[in-house]
Nanobody, 120 residues
């Protein structure tokens, strides 16, 4: 019922900035939390940042102070502003939504991912 599309990835130099977008469509009123994850080759997919329906945010320690998650309700879009990028930030970044159906069944939805490459 919810579809997510990420965009904004690319190649940047260390110290640069990039803003990722996650556009949501469908029954977005049932979303509880939207999160950004990332996965580097050969590594597990790790949580990067979250934002709740109430606007609360949280970050993994390695990006705290450098990344900011935000939302634009009018555009049904969540952003991840990434500043002072480091080579270790290189990964495929995924948007994830957690929510419930009208009858209380939990669900989650993933976007297709967008590649972020930070050169050293």
């Amino acid at each position: 019922q919810v579809q997510l599309v990420e965009s904004g990835g690319g190649l940047v130099q260390a110290g640069g900035s990039l803003r990722l977008s996650c556009a949501a469509s469908g029954d977005i009123g049932r979303i509880s939390v939207i999160s950004w994850y990332r996965q580097a080759p050969g590594k597990q997919r790790d949580l990067v940042a979250t934002i709740t329906s109430g606007g609360s945010t949280n970050y993994v320690g390695s990006v705290k102070g450098r990344f900011t998650i935000s939302r634009d309700n009018a555009k049904n879009t969540v952003y991840l502003q990434m500043n002072n990028l480091k080579p270790e930030d290189t990964a495929v970044y995924y948007c994830n939504a957690d929510g419930t159906t009208l009858w209380g069944r939990p669900w989650n939805s993933w976007g297709q991912g967008t590649q972020v490459t930070v050169s050293s």
